[in-house]
């Protein structure tokens, strides 16, 4: 019961993100584009530099426009939040029917927020229309989030939804009958301005594991940078200079990279944060949790993502099969209570080979 996976975007490139499993409507028009604006970038004062999306599906006419995040970031769940803040770029011309955000069960059906041309939202439940909310200004950043459930934890037998904007509910709690599933996918979507150029922006994506969670409440996803090597067990090599840290920091490339030629069972790289503090450039008052997130190719050995607060207890991400010659994402998250004078270490090991 807590945070699952977030996501703040860097500077990456659609190639070296689609390595990590991420996914677009057209991959190769390169429509989706990254910036670094304010205006168009969720953040706060004093933040590192920080980078969103821009979704504009209408100068190569490819329909909707939308961004998956890869598949591991939900799957498997039965039900929690997903909130990411997303401001319109425009004030008129809304479509009706676009999606913001949206879970896809295994069975195919989804638990969706959809737009209306007048700038309010829709709720979906089994991919039933239930209700929809009051119209927004959605022209300056709203923070919205579904609380979705298909586990039949709210009523048995159902599957459930509720949309929120910044922090209040919108829409009642609504439920469909149908048979307890698990998701595969989640989307998010340009909203209602597509058709626009552009259309809307996105700056960052969190996920909560459980219904109980605070998961309508506003929080930053944001980057700290390693700015250290830990302790390493193995022989891990720089593709360039002598720091392993300086080669796996932000953005995720493939381009850059530490290796081990030889791993063997617990061989393990570890790269460290400056403070909190000092990474964020501000002091948070309350920190809900801390995702690392890996890729990695090459031997055929099992792997997994571990992060850990100032070297203390460890979280460990799933056991992931590497695949050799293709690129394998994985992640880990810790919910540990986190002050504004602790370091994040980093943790890249070995399980099996």
């Known amino acids: 019961m807590a945070l699952r996976w977030s996501w703040s975007f860097g500077n990456e490139t659609l190639t070296d ?11 190769a028009s390169g429509w989706l584009n990254l910036t670094s604006d304010a205006d168009k970038v969720y953040t706060y004062t ?3 530099t920080r980078y969103g999306w821009i979704f504009d599906g209408y100068q190569t006419f490819v329909g909707e426009g939308f961004l998956e995040p890869p598949t591991k970031s939900v799957s498997g769940m039965g039900g929690g939040w997903i909130a990411t803040p997303w401001k319109s770029a425009v ?16 069975s195919g059906e989804v638990i969706e927020i959809r737009t209306t041309s007048t700038g309010a939202m829709q709720l979906y439940v089994s991919n039933t229309f239930k209700e929809t909310s009051s119209a927004a200004d959605f022209t300056d950043w709203r923070y919205v989030a579904l609380r979705w459930d ?55 994506i969190i996920v909560w594991d459980a219904l109980a969670d605070a998961g309508s409440t506003a929080y930053f996803a944001t980057r700290a940078e390693p700015t250290s090597d830990g302790t390493n067990i193995g022989t891990w090599t720089p593709s360039t200079g002598a720091d392993d840290y300086a080669v796996v920091d932000s953005p995720f490339a493939t381009a850059t990279y530490t290796q081990d030629a030889s791993p063997s069972a617990s061989d393990r790289c570890e790269v460290v944060t400056s403070t909190i503090a000092t990474a964020l450039g501000t002091s948070p008052g309350e920190v809900a ?19 850990s607060k100032s070297g203390g207890t460890e979280a460990n991400g799933t056991s992931t099969a590497i695949s050799a010659g293709a690129t394998t994402y994985a992640f880990a998250t810790d919910t540990a209570t986190y002050t504004s004078s602790d370091t994040i270490d980093v943790i890249y090991e070995v399980l099996t080979v």
């Open 17 to 27: 993100l689609a390595t990590m499993g991420w996914t677009t409507s057209n991959p």
């Open 46 to 48: 004093g933040s590192p």
């Open 91 to 106: 004030s008129t011309g809304y479509t009706s029917g676009r999606t913001v955000i949206k879970v896809t069960g295994a």
């Open 150 to 204: 298909m586990s039949g934890a709210d009523t048995a037998g159902s599957w459930s939804g509720q949309i929120f904007v910044d922090g209040s509910a919108v829409t009642a709690l609504n439920t469909e009958v149908d048979a307890a599933d698990t998701a595969v996918s989640m989307r998010i979507g340009p909203g209602p301005a597509r058709n626009n150029t552009p259309d809307a922006y996105c700056s960052q």
């Open 289 to 307: 949790g801390v995702t690392a997130h890996t890729f990695s190719e090459g031997e055929t050995v099992t792997a997994r993502a571990v992060v």
